[in-house]
């Protein structure tokens, strides 16, 4: 049987929105595979302070995590934890700037719904987080960007449970879904 391409939800927003913990409970809750983001566990190897020398290197292991996932046989969901719009993002806010290549990928790759977390839950320090200050900024360069790709997303606020319902309502709506799939 012939491989259909799955339907690809994307988690994204700024650092500490809860994309992680989100999107790893759709995906146990669908019992889909999920891709993890490749630039946090890139930043965790290799220990320092990421330069403009690392965006290239960040946006070519996120392509490829996304292109080792699970290909399913039947339609199917694949929860994404950031794509390439978080690294086209996060160059241009640090740098000043993004590789046309990736601005050029990220549009032509762009999930088939995005999931916009807000900035309405606490900042925690990690090893690789920033600050929380420019949050609210970065949310909303998020968003504008969204919108420039034309890209359809639903933001997602509120606690755990608000955010987990608005997920999957958001899913519901778009893929005609189940939502206990």
Known sequence: ???????????????????TTLAERLADHF?????AEFAREYALRVGRLLTVDDVEPIARGQMALEDAAPQPTT???TILDTDLTSTVVYATHYYGTCPEWIETAARARKADLYLLTDVDVPWTIDDVRDSA?????LHRVFATTLATYGADFVAIRGDRETRFAAALAAIAARFHVQRGY
């Open 31 to 35: 019992g889909v595979a999920w891709v």
């Open 133 to 137: 200050a420019p949050r609210e900024t």
């Open 1 to 19: 049987m012939e491989a259909i391409d799955a339907t690809h939800v994307c988690l994204i927003g700024p650092e500490c929105t809860g994309k």
């Open 75 to 77: 339609p199917s969901l």
